[in-house]
Protein backbone atom coordinates (compact mmCIF):
# COMPACT_ATOMS: atom_id res chain seq x y z
CA UNK A 1 0.00 0.00 0.00
CA UNK A 2 2.80 2.68 0.59
CA UNK A 3 3.65 2.12 -2.77
CA UNK A 4 0.71 4.30 -3.74
CA UNK A 5 0.08 8.13 -2.41
CA UNK A 6 -2.97 7.96 -0.79
CA UNK A 7 -5.99 6.79 -2.72
CA UNK A 8 -4.01 6.47 -5.83
CA UNK A 9 -4.10 10.11 -7.28
CA UNK A 10 -1.54 11.95 -6.86
CA UNK A 11 -1.83 15.43 -4.58
CA UNK A 12 -2.15 17.80 -7.84
CA UNK A 13 -4.61 15.68 -9.78
CA UNK A 14 -6.78 16.01 -6.28
CA UNK A 15 -6.62 19.38 -5.90
CA UNK A 16 -7.44 20.06 -9.21
CA UNK A 17 -10.54 17.56 -8.90
CA UNK A 18 -11.67 19.48 -5.41
CA UNK A 19 -11.84 23.02 -7.21
CA UNK A 20 -14.08 21.39 -9.44
CA UNK A 21 -16.13 19.67 -6.74
CA UNK A 22 -16.35 23.17 -5.14
CA UNK A 23 -17.12 25.01 -8.18
CA UNK A 24 -19.87 22.25 -9.03
CA UNK A 25 -21.46 22.78 -5.25
CA UNK A 26 -21.51 26.37 -6.16
CA UNK A 27 -23.13 26.22 -9.06
CA UNK A 28 -25.51 23.38 -8.17
CA UNK A 29 -26.28 21.47 -10.97
CA UNK A 30 -23.50 22.85 -13.66
CA UNK A 31 -21.17 20.67 -15.55
CA UNK A 32 -17.55 21.14 -14.31
CA UNK A 33 -15.20 20.52 -16.68
CA UNK A 34 -11.83 18.85 -15.35
CA UNK A 35 -9.05 16.95 -16.93
CA UNK A 36 -10.29 13.15 -16.12
CA UNK A 37 -7.12 11.25 -15.69
CA UNK A 38 -6.39 7.52 -17.03
CA UNK A 39 -7.61 5.31 -13.93
CA UNK A 40 -6.88 1.42 -13.94
CA UNK A 41 -9.81 0.45 -15.03
CA UNK A 42 -12.08 0.82 -18.39
CA UNK A 43 -14.16 4.07 -18.93
CA UNK A 44 -17.63 2.80 -18.09
CA UNK A 45 -16.41 1.33 -14.73
CA UNK A 46 -16.98 4.42 -12.89
CA UNK A 47 -14.05 6.32 -13.66
CA UNK A 48 -15.17 9.27 -12.65
CA UNK A 49 -16.85 8.23 -9.28
CA UNK A 50 -13.26 6.69 -8.66
CA UNK A 51 -11.84 10.58 -9.00
CA UNK A 52 -14.29 11.88 -7.35
CA UNK A 53 -14.05 9.29 -4.45
CA UNK A 54 -10.32 9.75 -4.91
CA UNK A 55 -10.07 13.33 -4.17
CA UNK A 56 -12.83 13.30 -1.21
CA UNK A 57 -11.64 10.48 1.04
CA UNK A 58 -9.38 11.23 4.57
CA UNK A 59 -7.50 8.20 6.25
CA UNK A 60 -10.21 8.61 8.78
CA UNK A 61 -13.22 7.90 5.84
CA UNK A 62 -15.42 5.19 5.34
CA UNK A 63 -16.26 4.05 1.93
CA UNK A 64 -19.03 1.87 0.72
CA UNK A 65 -19.53 0.60 -3.09
CA UNK A 66 -22.37 -0.03 -3.97
CA UNK A 67 -23.34 -1.17 -8.24
CA UNK A 68 -27.18 -0.85 -9.09
CA UNK A 69 -27.61 -0.78 -5.03
CA UNK A 70 -25.60 -4.18 -4.58
CA UNK A 71 -22.68 -4.13 -2.61
CA UNK A 72 -21.70 -7.35 -3.95
CA UNK A 73 -21.50 -6.96 -7.66
CA UNK A 74 -17.72 -6.75 -9.80
CA UNK A 75 -17.88 -3.42 -9.77
CA UNK A 76 -18.36 -3.04 -6.04
CA UNK A 77 -15.86 -5.13 -5.33
CA UNK A 78 -13.48 -4.47 -7.10
CA UNK A 79 -13.60 -0.27 -7.15
CA UNK A 80 -13.80 -0.93 -3.04
CA UNK A 81 -10.76 -3.49 -3.04
CA UNK A 82 -9.35 -0.09 -5.27
CA UNK A 83 -9.28 2.15 -2.07
CA UNK A 84 -8.60 -0.59 0.43
CA UNK A 85 -5.41 -0.98 -1.42
CA UNK A 86 -4.51 2.30 -2.38
CA UNK A 87 -6.24 4.57 0.49
CA UNK A 88 -5.89 1.84 3.46
CA UNK A 89 -9.27 3.42 3.87
CA UNK A 90 -12.05 1.16 6.70
CA UNK A 91 -15.08 -0.04 4.26
CA UNK A 92 -18.28 -0.79 5.30
CA UNK A 93 -21.44 -2.66 3.56
CA UNK A 94 -23.94 -0.39 5.89
CA UNK A 95 -25.37 2.32 5.01
CA UNK A 96 -25.20 4.32 7.93
CA UNK A 97 -21.74 3.87 9.30
CA UNK A 98 -20.40 4.85 5.25
CA UNK A 99 -19.27 8.26 5.44
CA UNK A 100 -18.19 8.37 1.56
CA UNK A 101 -20.69 6.03 -0.32
CA UNK A 102 -20.27 5.79 -4.56
CA UNK A 103 -22.60 4.51 -5.89
CA UNK A 104 -23.29 3.04 -9.58
CA UNK A 105 -27.21 3.49 -10.36
CA UNK A 106 -29.28 3.81 -7.09
CA UNK A 107 -29.61 5.60 -4.31
CA UNK A 108 -29.56 3.87 -1.14
CA UNK A 109 -33.20 3.59 0.35
CA UNK A 110 -31.85 4.58 3.95
CA UNK A 111 -31.56 8.00 4.53
CA UNK A 112 -28.59 9.90 4.15
CA UNK A 113 -27.16 12.43 6.88
CA UNK A 114 -26.01 15.38 6.67
CA UNK A 115 -22.15 14.20 7.53
CA UNK A 116 -22.11 11.43 4.30
CA UNK A 117 -21.11 12.36 1.00
CA UNK A 118 -22.74 10.05 -1.86
CA UNK A 119 -20.92 9.67 -5.24
CA UNK A 120 -22.25 9.00 -8.52
CA UNK A 121 -20.92 7.16 -11.39
CA UNK A 122 -21.84 9.21 -14.82
CA UNK A 123 -22.09 7.45 -18.09
CA UNK A 124 -23.53 10.80 -20.08
CA UNK A 125 -23.67 14.05 -18.00
CA UNK A 126 -25.62 15.85 -20.52
CA UNK A 127 -29.36 15.69 -20.28
CA UNK A 128 -29.76 16.88 -24.44
CA UNK A 129 -27.22 14.82 -25.45
CA UNK A 130 -29.37 12.37 -27.66
CA UNK A 131 -31.90 15.10 -28.54
CA UNK A 132 -28.67 17.88 -29.63
CA UNK A 133 -25.77 16.12 -30.37
CA UNK A 134 -23.63 19.38 -30.94
CA UNK A 135 -21.57 20.04 -27.41
CA UNK A 136 -21.55 23.71 -28.32
CA UNK A 137 -25.33 24.37 -29.22
CA UNK A 138 -26.03 22.07 -25.25
CA UNK A 139 -23.78 24.70 -23.62
CA UNK A 140 -25.52 27.51 -25.06
CA UNK A 141 -29.10 25.93 -23.84
CA UNK A 142 -27.49 25.51 -20.64
CA UNK A 143 -26.69 29.02 -19.95
CA UNK A 144 -29.23 30.62 -21.65
CA UNK A 145 -31.63 28.03 -19.96
CA UNK A 146 -33.25 27.13 -23.24
CA UNK A 147 -34.70 23.74 -22.00
CA UNK A 148 -38.21 23.52 -24.18
CA UNK A 149 -36.39 20.69 -25.86
CA UNK A 150 -36.23 18.08 -23.00
CA UNK A 151 -40.02 18.38 -22.57
CA UNK A 152 -40.26 17.23 -26.38
CA UNK A 153 -38.77 14.00 -25.52
CA UNK A 154 -41.19 13.63 -23.19
CA UNK A 155 -44.01 14.71 -25.45
CA UNK A 156 -42.94 11.59 -27.36
CA UNK A 157 -42.64 9.63 -25.08
CA UNK A 158 -46.51 10.37 -23.94
CA UNK A 159 -47.71 10.45 -27.70
CA UNK A 160 -46.44 7.11 -28.29
CA UNK A 161 -46.98 5.15 -24.97
CA UNK A 162 -49.44 6.81 -23.36
CA UNK A 163 -47.09 7.85 -20.49
CA UNK A 164 -43.57 9.21 -19.67
CA UNK A 165 -42.39 5.80 -20.23
CA UNK A 166 -38.90 7.17 -19.17
CA UNK A 167 -37.95 5.59 -16.18
CA UNK A 168 -34.20 5.72 -15.57
CA UNK A 169 -32.18 8.60 -15.99
CA UNK A 170 -35.41 11.10 -15.57
CA UNK A 171 -34.21 14.46 -16.04
CA UNK A 172 -34.53 16.81 -13.02
CA UNK A 173 -34.08 20.63 -12.61
CA UNK A 174 -32.54 21.51 -9.89
CA UNK A 175 -32.08 24.87 -7.64
CA UNK A 176 -34.84 26.51 -10.55
CA UNK A 177 -31.70 26.34 -13.17
CA UNK A 178 -30.08 23.68 -14.62
CA UNK A 179 -31.25 20.81 -15.82
CA UNK A 180 -29.18 17.69 -14.80
CA UNK A 181 -28.72 13.97 -16.03
CA UNK A 182 -29.35 12.58 -12.44
CA UNK A 183 -26.83 9.46 -13.65
CA UNK A 184 -29.23 6.03 -14.64
CA UNK A 185 -30.67 5.77 -11.58
CA UNK A 186 -34.45 4.67 -11.53
CA UNK A 187 -37.06 7.43 -11.52
CA UNK A 188 -37.95 5.95 -7.76
CA UNK A 189 -34.94 7.18 -6.46
CA UNK A 190 -35.91 10.52 -8.11
CA UNK A 191 -37.66 12.69 -4.93
CA UNK A 192 -34.84 11.48 -3.10
CA UNK A 193 -32.29 13.55 -4.83
CA UNK A 194 -33.50 16.26 -2.02
CA UNK A 195 -31.70 15.20 0.86
CA UNK A 196 -29.57 16.31 3.48
CA UNK A 197 -25.91 14.44 1.98
CA UNK A 198 -23.99 16.11 -0.53
CA UNK A 199 -23.98 14.97 -3.82
CA UNK A 200 -20.96 14.81 -6.50
CA UNK A 201 -21.49 13.48 -10.03
CA UNK A 202 -18.28 11.85 -11.77
CA UNK A 203 -17.98 11.47 -15.13
CA UNK A 204 -14.64 10.26 -16.15
CA UNK A 205 -14.79 9.96 -20.23
CA UNK A 206 -16.96 13.15 -20.92
CA UNK A 207 -14.54 15.16 -18.22
CA UNK A 208 -17.24 16.60 -16.74
CA UNK A 209 -18.12 16.94 -12.52
CA UNK A 210 -21.32 18.13 -11.53
CA UNK A 211 -22.88 18.26 -7.87
CA UNK A 212 -26.17 19.03 -6.01
CA UNK A 213 -25.46 20.58 -2.44
CA UNK A 214 -27.59 18.92 0.67
CA UNK A 215 -30.97 20.55 0.43
CA UNK A 216 -31.24 21.63 -2.96
CA UNK A 217 -34.60 22.23 -4.56
CA UNK A 218 -34.78 18.74 -7.02
CA UNK A 219 -37.96 18.92 -9.46
CA UNK A 220 -38.60 16.16 -12.25
CA UNK A 221 -39.91 17.54 -15.16
CA UNK A 222 -43.26 16.65 -16.02
CA UNK A 223 -46.35 18.15 -17.83
CA UNK A 224 -49.33 19.55 -15.97
CA UNK A 225 -51.39 16.73 -17.28
CA UNK A 226 -49.23 14.21 -17.19
CA UNK A 227 -47.11 14.37 -13.51
CA UNK A 228 -44.59 12.90 -12.45
CA UNK A 229 -44.68 9.51 -10.77
CA UNK A 230 -42.16 7.50 -9.08
CA UNK A 231 -42.73 3.87 -10.12
CA UNK A 232 -41.37 0.78 -8.95
CA UNK A 233 -42.18 -2.77 -8.97
CA UNK A 234 -46.06 -3.68 -7.70
CA UNK A 235 -44.87 -6.28 -5.07
CA UNK A 236 -43.53 -6.75 -1.71
CA UNK A 237 -39.61 -7.64 -1.66
CA UNK A 238 -39.80 -11.63 -1.08
CA UNK A 239 -36.97 -12.08 1.39
CA UNK A 240 -38.24 -9.09 3.89
CA UNK A 241 -41.52 -7.86 2.67
CA UNK A 242 -40.70 -4.29 2.69
CA UNK A 243 -42.97 -2.54 0.15
CA UNK A 244 -41.48 1.24 0.31
CA UNK A 245 -37.90 -0.17 -1.95
CA UNK A 246 -36.92 -0.48 -5.37
CA UNK A 247 -37.15 -4.07 -6.38
CA UNK A 248 -34.79 -5.96 -8.82
CA UNK A 249 -36.83 -8.79 -10.40
CA UNK A 250 -34.88 -12.19 -10.43
CA UNK A 251 -36.04 -15.13 -13.28
CA UNK A 252 -36.10 -18.11 -10.79
CA UNK A 253 -36.55 -20.92 -14.12
CA UNK A 254 -37.96 -21.86 -17.22
CA UNK A 255 -41.35 -22.34 -16.16
CA UNK A 256 -42.18 -18.82 -15.63
CA UNK A 257 -41.51 -17.95 -11.85
CA UNK A 258 -40.03 -15.31 -10.57
CA UNK A 259 -39.01 -13.15 -7.47
CA UNK A 260 -39.03 -10.26 -6.54
CA UNK A 261 -35.91 -8.65 -4.09
CA UNK A 262 -34.79 -5.31 -2.99
CA UNK A 263 -32.35 -3.91 -5.12
CA UNK A 264 -30.53 -2.46 -1.80
CA UNK A 265 -28.93 -5.82 -0.60
CA UNK A 266 -27.98 -3.93 2.57
CA UNK A 267 -31.59 -2.99 3.16
CA UNK A 268 -32.60 -5.99 2.91
CA UNK A 269 -29.98 -7.27 5.04
CA UNK A 270 -30.81 -5.38 7.96
CA UNK A 271 -34.67 -5.74 7.90
CA UNK A 272 -34.03 -9.69 7.19
CA UNK A 273 -32.10 -9.24 10.69
CA UNK A 274 -34.81 -7.51 12.22
CA UNK A 275 -36.89 -10.37 11.92
CA UNK A 276 -38.94 -8.84 8.61
CA UNK A 277 -40.29 -12.13 6.52
CA UNK A 278 -41.11 -11.82 2.61
CA UNK A 279 -43.06 -14.19 0.62
CA UNK A 280 -39.82 -16.74 -0.04
CA UNK A 281 -38.61 -16.47 3.00
CA UNK A 282 -41.57 -17.88 4.58
CA UNK A 283 -41.85 -20.81 2.36
CA UNK A 284 -37.95 -21.48 3.43
CA UNK A 285 -38.83 -21.64 6.70
CA UNK A 286 -41.84 -23.80 6.73
CA UNK B 1 -46.80 53.50 -39.37
CA UNK B 2 -43.71 52.29 -37.89
CA UNK B 3 -41.91 49.38 -40.01
CA UNK B 4 -42.08 46.11 -38.93
CA UNK B 5 -38.08 45.74 -40.29
CA UNK B 6 -35.99 47.84 -40.79
CA UNK B 7 -32.26 47.38 -42.77
CA UNK B 8 -30.10 50.25 -43.06
CA UNK B 9 -26.53 49.29 -45.17
CA UNK B 10 -26.05 45.63 -44.22
CA UNK B 11 -22.78 44.68 -45.31
CA UNK B 12 -21.45 41.40 -45.03
CA UNK B 13 -17.71 40.32 -46.72
CA UNK B 14 -15.93 36.82 -46.55
CA UNK B 15 -12.38 38.08 -46.39
CA UNK B 16 -11.69 40.21 -49.44
CA UNK B 17 -14.97 39.01 -50.92
CA UNK B 18 -18.21 40.86 -50.85
CA UNK B 19 -21.34 38.57 -49.64
CA UNK B 20 -23.61 41.84 -49.98
CA UNK B 21 -23.17 45.35 -49.16
CA UNK B 22 -24.69 48.68 -48.62
CA UNK B 23 -29.01 46.52 -48.54
CA UNK B 24 -31.13 49.50 -47.21
CA UNK B 25 -34.92 48.72 -47.22
CA UNK B 26 -38.22 48.89 -44.78
CA UNK B 27 -41.06 46.06 -44.62
CA UNK B 28 -44.45 47.10 -43.02
CA UNK B 29 -46.86 44.74 -41.08
CA UNK B 30 -48.68 42.25 -43.66
CA UNK B 31 -45.82 43.15 -46.39
CA UNK B 32 -44.37 40.44 -48.42
CA UNK B 33 -40.61 41.08 -49.72
CA UNK B 34 -39.22 38.95 -52.41
CA UNK B 35 -35.23 38.86 -52.85
CA UNK B 36 -34.47 37.88 -56.30
CA UNK B 37 -31.20 36.86 -57.72
CA UNK B 38 -29.06 34.10 -59.25
CA UNK B 39 -26.79 31.77 -57.18
CA UNK B 40 -23.86 33.43 -55.54
CA UNK B 41 -25.65 37.15 -55.49
CA UNK B 42 -25.82 37.12 -51.88
CA UNK B 43 -29.36 36.74 -51.21
CA UNK B 44 -28.90 34.03 -48.51
CA UNK B 45 -26.29 35.90 -46.89
CA UNK B 46 -28.64 38.95 -46.48
CA UNK B 47 -31.27 36.51 -45.09
CA UNK B 48 -29.53 34.92 -42.68
CA UNK B 49 -27.68 38.31 -41.35
CA UNK B 50 -31.08 40.02 -41.05
CA UNK B 51 -32.44 36.36 -39.06
CA UNK B 52 -29.55 36.78 -36.90
CA UNK B 53 -27.67 33.48 -38.14
CA UNK B 54 -24.50 35.16 -39.56
CA UNK B 55 -23.32 38.57 -37.66
CA UNK B 56 -23.28 41.58 -40.35
CA UNK B 57 -19.85 43.37 -40.57
CA UNK B 58 -21.96 46.79 -40.77
CA UNK B 59 -24.99 48.33 -40.44
CA UNK B 60 -28.34 48.11 -38.16
CA UNK B 61 -31.23 45.45 -38.53
CA UNK B 62 -34.56 47.30 -36.54
CA UNK B 63 -37.00 45.15 -35.63
CA UNK B 64 -40.71 46.49 -33.64
CA UNK B 65 -40.62 44.21 -30.91
CA UNK B 66 -43.70 44.09 -29.11
CA UNK B 67 -42.35 44.35 -25.60
CA UNK B 68 -39.95 47.07 -26.51
CA UNK B 69 -40.59 49.08 -30.06
CA UNK B 70 -37.77 49.44 -31.99
CA UNK B 71 -34.60 47.56 -31.41
CA UNK B 72 -31.30 46.53 -33.34
CA UNK B 73 -31.65 43.01 -33.46
CA UNK B 74 -27.29 43.06 -34.69
CA UNK B 75 -26.62 44.74 -31.14
CA UNK B 76 -29.10 43.10 -28.85
CA UNK B 77 -27.97 40.35 -26.68
CA UNK B 78 -28.29 36.71 -27.44
CA UNK B 79 -30.74 35.26 -25.56
CA UNK B 80 -33.28 38.07 -26.35
CA UNK B 81 -32.42 37.80 -30.36
CA UNK B 82 -32.95 33.31 -29.52
CA UNK B 83 -36.37 34.61 -27.51
CA UNK B 84 -36.74 36.82 -30.61
CA UNK B 85 -36.05 33.57 -33.01
CA UNK B 86 -38.42 31.47 -31.41
CA UNK B 87 -41.62 33.61 -30.83
CA UNK B 88 -41.70 36.68 -33.49
CA UNK B 89 -39.81 35.56 -36.34
CA UNK B 90 -39.37 31.84 -38.07
CA UNK B 91 -37.50 30.78 -40.39
CA UNK B 92 -38.30 28.16 -43.64
CA UNK B 93 -35.26 26.78 -44.46
CA UNK B 94 -35.42 25.52 -48.06
CA UNK B 95 -34.86 21.68 -47.63
CA UNK B 96 -37.24 20.69 -44.58
CA UNK B 97 -34.61 18.40 -43.25
CA UNK B 98 -32.70 21.36 -42.02
CA UNK B 99 -35.70 22.79 -40.05
CA UNK B 100 -37.39 19.71 -38.78
CA UNK B 101 -36.27 17.35 -36.24
CA UNK B 102 -36.22 14.32 -38.11
CA UNK B 103 -36.46 11.82 -35.16
CA UNK B 104 -39.01 13.55 -33.28
CA UNK B 105 -42.92 12.90 -34.76
CA UNK B 106 -44.99 15.38 -36.43
CA UNK B 107 -46.34 16.52 -33.05
CA UNK B 108 -43.51 17.14 -31.50
CA UNK B 109 -42.12 19.03 -34.08
CA UNK B 110 -45.36 21.27 -34.30
CA UNK B 111 -44.99 21.34 -30.12
CA UNK B 112 -40.89 22.22 -29.60
CA UNK B 113 -41.57 25.59 -30.16
CA UNK B 114 -44.92 25.65 -27.77
CA UNK B 115 -42.73 23.77 -25.02
CA UNK B 116 -39.56 26.36 -25.81
CA UNK B 117 -41.90 29.71 -24.70
CA UNK B 118 -43.19 27.55 -21.29
CA UNK B 119 -46.31 25.42 -22.37
CA UNK B 120 -46.51 22.66 -20.24
CA UNK B 121 -49.92 21.34 -20.41
CA UNK B 122 -49.78 17.97 -22.85
CA UNK B 123 -53.07 18.22 -24.03
CA UNK B 124 -53.27 21.62 -24.88
CA UNK B 125 -50.07 21.24 -26.98
CA UNK B 126 -51.85 18.24 -28.57
CA UNK B 127 -54.92 20.15 -29.73
CA UNK B 128 -52.91 22.91 -31.41
CA UNK B 129 -50.56 20.14 -33.05
CA UNK B 130 -53.51 18.38 -34.74
CA UNK B 131 -55.06 21.54 -35.35
CA UNK B 132 -52.12 23.03 -37.12
CA UNK B 133 -51.32 19.82 -39.35
CA UNK B 134 -55.53 20.24 -40.73
CA UNK B 135 -53.96 24.01 -41.53
CA UNK B 136 -51.31 22.75 -43.99
CA UNK B 137 -53.32 20.14 -44.76
CA UNK B 138 -51.29 17.14 -43.35
CA UNK B 139 -54.42 14.16 -41.74
CA UNK B 140 -54.46 14.46 -38.70
CA UNK B 141 -53.96 10.47 -38.30
CA UNK B 142 -50.26 11.46 -39.08
CA UNK B 143 -49.87 13.11 -36.02
CA UNK B 144 -47.38 10.54 -34.58
CA UNK B 145 -45.82 9.63 -37.90
CA UNK B 146 -41.80 10.80 -37.72
CA UNK B 147 -41.57 13.24 -40.93
CA UNK B 148 -38.70 10.49 -42.35
CA UNK B 149 -42.38 9.02 -43.42
CA UNK B 150 -43.54 12.43 -45.15
CA UNK B 151 -43.17 12.78 -48.82
CA UNK B 152 -41.13 16.23 -49.30
CA UNK B 153 -44.15 18.40 -50.11
CA UNK B 154 -45.74 17.18 -46.70
CA UNK B 155 -42.13 17.99 -45.25
CA UNK B 156 -41.92 21.61 -46.19
CA UNK B 157 -46.13 22.02 -45.05
CA UNK B 158 -45.25 20.62 -41.84
CA UNK B 159 -41.98 22.69 -41.50
CA UNK B 160 -44.29 25.54 -42.19
CA UNK B 161 -46.51 24.42 -39.20
CA UNK B 162 -43.78 24.30 -37.27
CA UNK B 163 -42.56 27.80 -37.65
CA UNK B 164 -46.21 29.30 -37.64
CA UNK B 165 -47.61 27.84 -34.11
CA UNK B 166 -46.52 30.17 -31.88
CA UNK B 167 -47.89 33.22 -34.37
CA UNK B 168 -44.75 34.74 -35.63
CA UNK B 169 -44.84 38.69 -36.94
CA UNK B 170 -42.24 37.79 -39.22
CA UNK B 171 -41.06 35.20 -41.64
CA UNK B 172 -37.94 34.28 -43.39
CA UNK B 173 -37.79 32.39 -46.32
CA UNK B 174 -34.89 30.66 -48.45
CA UNK B 175 -36.30 29.01 -51.24
CA UNK B 176 -38.93 27.53 -50.03
CA UNK B 177 -40.13 25.77 -52.78
CA UNK B 178 -37.26 24.69 -53.89
CA UNK B 179 -36.70 20.67 -54.84
CA UNK B 180 -40.55 20.51 -55.21
CA UNK B 181 -42.56 19.34 -58.24
CA UNK B 182 -44.48 21.76 -59.77
CA UNK B 183 -48.04 20.43 -58.85
CA UNK B 184 -46.62 20.26 -55.50
CA UNK B 185 -44.87 23.39 -55.31
CA UNK B 186 -48.58 25.08 -56.50
CA UNK B 187 -50.10 23.86 -53.50
CA UNK B 188 -47.61 25.28 -51.28
CA UNK B 189 -47.84 28.94 -52.93
CA UNK B 190 -51.50 28.38 -52.01
CA UNK B 191 -51.33 27.33 -48.85
CA UNK B 192 -48.69 30.06 -48.14
CA UNK B 193 -50.61 32.71 -49.67
CA UNK B 194 -53.83 31.70 -48.04
CA UNK B 195 -51.63 31.65 -44.58
CA UNK B 196 -49.83 35.31 -45.18
CA UNK B 197 -53.05 37.22 -45.49
CA UNK B 198 -55.08 35.16 -43.27
CA UNK B 199 -52.19 36.00 -40.11
CA UNK B 200 -51.39 39.20 -41.33
CA UNK B 201 -47.87 37.93 -41.51
CA UNK B 202 -44.85 39.47 -42.91
CA UNK B 203 -42.43 37.80 -44.52
CA UNK B 204 -39.01 37.86 -46.48
CA UNK B 205 -39.07 35.65 -49.38
CA UNK B 206 -35.61 34.26 -50.78
CA UNK B 207 -35.95 32.76 -54.29
CA UNK B 208 -34.59 32.66 -57.96
CA UNK B 209 -37.96 31.14 -59.30
CA UNK B 210 -40.07 34.15 -60.33
CA UNK B 211 -43.45 32.69 -60.57
CA UNK B 212 -43.06 32.38 -56.65
CA UNK B 213 -42.46 36.38 -56.35
CA UNK B 214 -45.01 37.00 -58.92
CA UNK B 215 -47.54 34.86 -56.68
CA UNK B 216 -46.57 36.05 -53.10
CA UNK B 217 -44.47 38.90 -52.83
CA UNK B 218 -45.60 42.51 -52.70
CA UNK B 219 -42.69 44.14 -53.45
CA UNK B 220 -39.27 43.13 -55.07
CA UNK B 221 -35.38 43.42 -54.34
CA UNK B 222 -32.96 42.53 -57.47
CA UNK B 223 -29.48 41.46 -56.18
CA UNK B 224 -26.29 41.13 -58.13
CA UNK B 225 -22.64 40.51 -57.14
CA UNK B 226 -23.85 41.60 -53.37
CA UNK B 227 -25.64 44.52 -54.34
CA UNK B 228 -29.10 45.60 -55.17
CA UNK B 229 -29.59 46.67 -58.31
CA UNK B 230 -33.19 46.90 -58.89
CA UNK B 231 -35.70 47.92 -56.46
CA UNK B 232 -39.78 47.72 -56.19
CA UNK B 233 -43.03 46.46 -56.68
CA UNK B 234 -43.23 43.25 -58.56
CA UNK B 235 -45.20 43.27 -61.20
CA UNK B 236 -43.62 47.23 -62.03
CA UNK B 237 -40.06 45.29 -61.70
CA UNK B 238 -41.03 42.05 -63.97
CA UNK B 239 -43.31 43.76 -66.23
CA UNK B 240 -40.85 47.04 -66.74
CA UNK B 241 -37.18 45.80 -66.12
CA UNK B 242 -34.81 48.34 -66.20
CA UNK B 243 -31.70 47.35 -64.79
CA UNK B 244 -29.54 45.00 -67.77
CA UNK B 245 -29.48 41.96 -65.26
CA UNK B 246 -33.27 42.55 -64.41
CA UNK B 247 -34.13 42.32 -67.81
CA UNK B 248 -31.58 39.21 -68.66
CA UNK B 249 -33.15 37.25 -65.51
CA UNK B 250 -37.15 38.38 -66.77
CA UNK B 251 -35.94 37.18 -70.07
CA UNK B 252 -34.23 33.73 -69.10
CA UNK B 253 -37.84 32.47 -67.86
CA UNK B 254 -39.02 29.62 -70.26
CA UNK B 255 -42.61 30.02 -71.80
CA UNK B 256 -44.41 26.88 -72.28
Redesign the interface.
Known sequence: MSEYNFAYLDEQTKRMIRRAILKGLAVPGYQVPFASREMPMPYGWGTGGVQVSAATLTPEDTFKVIDQGADDTTNAVSIRKFFENTAGVETTEETEKATVIQTRHRIPEAKLSEDQILVYQVPIPEPLRFLEPRETETRKMHS?E?Y??M??KL??D???HGAISTSYAYPVKVSDRYVMEPSPIPKFDNPKLEMDAIQLFGAGREQRIYAVPPHTKVVSL?????PFEATKADHPCDLCGAEDSYLDEVIMDDAGNRMFVCSDTDYCRSRCTAGHVGRLAEEGAA | MTPLLQVKGIEKRYGARIGCTDVNFDLYPGEVMGIVGESGSGKSTLLNCMAGHLEPDAGQVVFDTRAGGPMDTVTMTEPERRMLGRTDWAFVHQHARDGLRMSVSAGGNIGERLMAVGDRHYGAIRDKAVDWLGRVEIDESRVDDRPTAFSGGMQQRLQIARNLVTGPRLVFMDEPTGGLDVSVQARLLDLLRGLVREMGLSAIIVTHDLAVVRLLADRLMVMKSGHVVEAGLTDQVLDDPQHGYTQLLVSSVLQV
Request: cysteine-free.
Open positions: LEGLHVYEISQDFEDY
